[in-house]
């Protein structure tokens, strides 16, 4: 079983950014897909970005296309989201999930507790 412990989350000014890093542990599994998700007060959890197993390959929700950026790094069992241009709509829970695959289309299966994002106006 694998553990994803989020950080990086707190609160910022809008225009202003984040990096959000998820560490995994226990049975990490390089050779799958990472992502990110989010869930705001009263909202489903929605998709922000995933990448493949070797990073190769990426995607993004329209939303935070052009300010998120999304790496990982395998040799630490860490994915990274790079948050810039923080908007209040941007404001969410965000959440490290790691992917049933080597690539995003495969879903997901394991997440993290989730850390808290807030961006003031």
């Known amino acids: 079983q694998v553990q994803l412990v989020e950080s990086g989350g707190g609160l910022v000014q809008a225009g202003g950014a984040l990096r959000l890093a998820c560490a995994a542990s226990?049975?990490?599994?390089?050779?799958?897909?990472r992502g990110w998700f989010r869930q705001a007060p009263g909202k489903e959890r929605e998709f922000v970005a995933a990448?493949?197993?070797?990073?190769?390959?990426?995607n993004y929700a329209d939303s935070v296309k052009g300010r998120f950026t999304i790496s990982r790094d395998n040799a630490k069992n860490t994915v990274y989201l790079q948050m810039n241009s923080l908007k209040p709509a941007d404001t969410s829970v965000y959440y490290c999930?790691?992917?049933?695959?080597?690539?995003?289309?495969?879903?997901?299966?394991?997440w993290g507790q989730g850390t808290q994002v807030t961006v003031s106006s």
């Open positions: 999930a790691q992917g049933v695959g080597p690539f995003a289309r495969a879903g997901f299966g394991s």
């Open positions: 226990g049975r990490t599994f390089r050779s799958y897909a």
């Open positions: 990448i493949s197993w070797t990073g190769g390959s990426t």
